[in-house]
């Protein structure tokens, strides 16, 4: 592979401006194919299959109106005044106009509803007041046949009247039955209404109202074409003295893929390149690899977003692998060439060369990599599965532009990618060469605090991982000017948290409920509902069309994230009650559950897909066995503690000023599952370009114990560069708008520093100290039969030697190459 990959960079060389012409016109063809072929990016998550997905399904088919998307929009006056007349009659003719919109199926209006409310009240009223009164004067009709009966008896006439008295009485009778069964009627609509009780759509004080919209399409597809249309009726048609906010799907907007943030941190990554490289042109170029690179490997993704289950966060989290490991891969490749060009060696020639060894070991370092994300299709949920396909994707473009765009850049820069240095460069003398270097190691008491302190350090951070909790997305996480926070927080505070998070409720009866038996039948299970922890209000939503199923919709006291929300949701699909076949839940607080329970079963076996992959690569690159299990936990401590760093910011709070985050809560479900996945793929690299320089000093005769500081030397420039690059590129995105971003920039940025400065250059230099000469141990059978990969490319390195030169100066660089020098 390395002699191949020298020829391609020795072509690439030689005619940069066809491998330009043709990566531009690879880009060309995937911004047309994301045009022709892209779909709609979601902002919701969901897996097929689970509970709250089955209640859907059953709503949808049982309810075919409830079955619809809905969402809502507030309604709040200025002067903080109760609406007047006028503007309730504005806000009616604002959703009038509102249902006249393609895709809304509806509205509610609020005033209209409590308005009707308030009229069946008093029909309520006066319709037992009349039936109270027609009792009276059944009863008082029963009372005088009674009394004339006894009357008759005494004067002996009761056989001759005795049956008119009897078909009064019983006619009388029938009719206070009747009565009563109205009034049982009457009753149970007033028992509806009471458990319906906390949850109107006015706040007390008057000044808000909260009306809802019914969409043609569930509310998790909804498009941003409609969303747009909604606002855009909404501001055709605005009120005087009241402010409209949409909220819940309505406002949320996808996540911009470049901010300030973002920015930021690609201009903190061309400051590290200058200050290593020396030169704005050699710093440049890893830029224009990576930028276009990622170009092509988004537009290539969003071309695809037709057939995979991409959220809006998908091509995100490909913008954020791409950007770093383009710039890293490419870096590695420069460096190399560079140390060559000082030494002596003719531009084409070391380009080659470069690409033979440097890009060799980044080829196998990406591969690592692309493997690690694809893995994320074995766990079987399809979102996942899509964010690991969209990072594979471009990180597979990054490692094809490191190959064939770099040599080509580097082609056309010639010798300006090296900076006028005084005093290097100079040949060495016979004696300087032949002179054995020495190295001095560390101690072991050095190694064993080391050990202890890293791993002591990294426990510590870990800790709050053990209170963390996971959860989906909502509105509380969103910017603190974004209508989505400001729709959650009003919600909050002028109608209760629950209001955020309402859980729709279906009752499988088994046997269909008759009409006679409809009212009864929901007050009962209304009432058992209502009697639960934690529930404000219980709303009955009818019976599906073949009367099996009741629905209604519940209010928790508390918000979607909430503890006490969730366990609601326990309580009630645990709930026995007879001649209740069995409850389910549907709604975000269900959903989070279902989501996480799922996420949750696949990480273990995910972890053992990537481990045991690990394990076998680095074998076969090692030739060892101990070094891959070091290496290993190394990357499960530092991910561990990754999980603890964010649970303290995002669920605890801590530093949440710092970060700008509005509200602390559970940690975004599928974090911990796309963090294995890429971390470990990145910890992998630097682990290779760490350890692989003890391997092959070790193997030419070093003792164990110097290989490790010679190896350490060698590769720590390597692990130091990439590692600010990426922590500065993923760092950008902790200050981006969106939670969602905020919290995969974090895990990555924060993930990626822990391994690359505690683990690979602290912890594993000690650990490999300590194993001396046993941590290449391989037992002999395994020896013959693992191929030989030569990663480094050492080989290739032989048949193409560098002139001598004094290249100690080098080593003092912040990067060294691409790859250890042997």
């Given at each position: ?12 060389a ?8 043709a ?27 689970t ?71 008093e ?47 019983a ?68 009120i ?52 276009l690179?990622v ?5 290539v ?27 890293d ?71 094809a ?71 989906l ?41 008759t ?13 058992a ?24 919709q ?69 030739r060892?066995v ?29 530093l ?57 030397r ?42 690359a ?12 100290h ?53």
């Amino acid at each position: 592979m390395a002699e191949l990959l020298y020829r391609l960079g020795i072509s690439s060389a030689r005619h940069p401006w066809r491998v330009i012409g043709a990566w531009l016109s690879a880009l060309a063809l995937a911004v047309g194919a994301s045009v022709l072929f892209g779909g709609t990016l979601s902002t919701a998550i969901s897996i097929p299959g689970t509970p709250t997905e089955e209640v859907g399904a059953q709503i949808a088919h049982g309810f075919p109106d409830a079955g619809a998307g809905a969402s809502t929009i507030l309604f709040q006056t200025v002067d903080g005044e109760p609406f007047t007349e006028a503007q309730q009659a504005a806000v009616g003719a604002t959703l009038a106009a509102l249902s006249n919109v393609g895709g809304v199926t509806g509205t509610v209006d609020p005033f209209a509803t409590a308005s009707e409310l308030d009229a069946q009240r008093e029909q309520v009223a006066r319709g037992r007041e009349e039936i109270a009164a027609a009792r009276a004067d059944l009863e008082s009709g029963l009372s005088q046949i009674e009394s004339q009966r006894r009357e008759m008896a005494d004067a002996g006439t009761l056989d001759q009247a005795g049956e008119a008295l009897d078909a009064q009485q019983a006619e009388l009778e029938s009719a206070l039955d009747q009565l009563d069964a109205q009034d049982t009627s009457l009753g149970n609509a007033v028992a509806l209404m009471a458990l319906a009780d906390g949850a109107e759509q006015i706040s007390d004080d008057g000044a808000t109202a909260m009306a809802a919209v019914q969409f043609s399409e569930a509310a998790t597809t909804i498009s941003e074409e409609l969303k747009e249309a909604v606002k855009d009726s909404l501001a055709e048609h605005p009120i005087d003295g009241v402010e409209v906010i949409p909220a819940g799907e309505i406002s949320g907007e996808m996540p911009s893929i470049v901010g300030p943030g973002e920015i930021g941190g690609l201009l903190v990554a061309a400051i590290v390149l200058v200050v290593m490289l020396g030169t704005i042109t050699a710093a440049g170029l890893p830029l224009i690899v990576a930028l276009l690179g990622v170009a092509v490997g988004l537009m290539v993704s969003l071309s695809l977003s037709s057939v995979l289950d991409m959220m809006t966060l998908t091509p995100i989290l490909g913008l954020m692998l791409g950007v770093a490991v383009g710039i890293d891969y490419a870096l590695f490749i420069i460096n190399r060439h560079r140390k060559q060009l000082r030494g002596g060696m003719e531009v084409q020639e070391s380009i080659g060369l470069a690409n033979g060894t440097s890009g060799n070991a980044v080829l196998f370092a990406g591969a690592t990599v692309v493997t690690a994300l694809l893995a994320l299709n074995l766990v079987g949920i399809s979102f996942l599965g899509a964010m690991g396909t969209v990072g594979a994707i471009c990180v597979a473009v990054a490692i094809a532009m490191a190959l064939t765009l770099t040599p080509a850049l580097m082609s056309l820069a010639g010798t300006r990618l090296t900076p006028k240095t005084k005093g290097r460069g100079r040949a060495r003398s016979a004696a300087e060469r032949d002179r054995p270097a020495s190295p001095k190691t560390m101690t072991t008491r050095r190694a064993v605090l080391t050990i202890v302190g890293t791993v002591a350090l990294l426990i510590v951070i870990a800790i709050p991982a053990l209170d963390m909790r996971m959860g989906l997305n909502t509105s509380a996480g969103e910017p603190a000017e974004s209508d989505g926070y400001r729709a959650y927080t009003l919600t909050r505070d002028e109608f209760g948290a629950g209001f955020n998070s309402p859980l729709v409720t279906v009752a499988d009866m088994g046997d269909v409920v008759t009409d006679d038996a409809m009212l009864a039948e929901q007050v009962r299970v209304g009432t058992a509902l209502k009697s639960l922890d934690n529930v404000r209000a219980v709303v009955p939503m009818g019976a599906s069309d073949d009367g099996t199923l009741l629905a209604f919709q519940l209010i928790p006291t508390d918000g979607p994230t909430a503890v006490s929300t969730e366990d609601l949701v326990v309580e009630i699909r645990d709930l026995k009650l007879a001649g209740v076949d069995s409850f389910g839940v549907a709604g975000n607080a269900s959903g989070n559950i279902d989501i996480s329970e799922k996420v949750a079963d696949a990480l273990p076996i995910y972890l053992v897909v990537v481990v045991g992959f690990s394990l076998l690569i680095l074998v076969v690159v090692f030739r060892s066995v101990l070094v891959p299990l070091t290496a290993t936990l190394g990357f499960i401590l530092s991910l561990v503690a990754m999980f603890g760093g964010l649970t303290a910011v995002f669920q605890w709070g801590w530093l949440s000023g710092l970060f700008g985050i509005n509200e602390p809560g559970p940690v975004l479900t599928f974090i911990p599952i796309v963090a294995v996945g890429v971390l470990f793929g990145l910890a992998m690299d630097y682990q290779l370009f760490l350890v692989s320089g003890m391997r092959e000093a070790h193997v030419h005769g070093a003792p164990a114990r110097e290989a490790v500081v010679t190896g350490l030397r060698a590769g720590r420039s390597v692990v130091v560069a990439a590692a600010l690059i990426m922590v500065s590129v993923f760092s950008g995105f902790i200050f981006a708008e969106s939670a969602l971003v905020k919290s995969v920039g974090f895990a990555l940025a924060f993930g990626v520093l822990l391994d690359a400065f505690v683990v690979r250059l602290l912890l594993i230099p000690a650990v490999m100290h300590l194993l001396g000469p046993a941590a290449w141990w391989l037992p002999k059978w395994l020896d013959r039969i693992l191929p030989d990969v030569d990663v480094e490319g050492a080989a290739l390195e032989r048949s193409h030697p560098l002139p001598q030169a004094d290249d100690r100066a080098e080593d003092d660089d912040l990067v060294a190459a691409g790859s250890p020098r042997v």
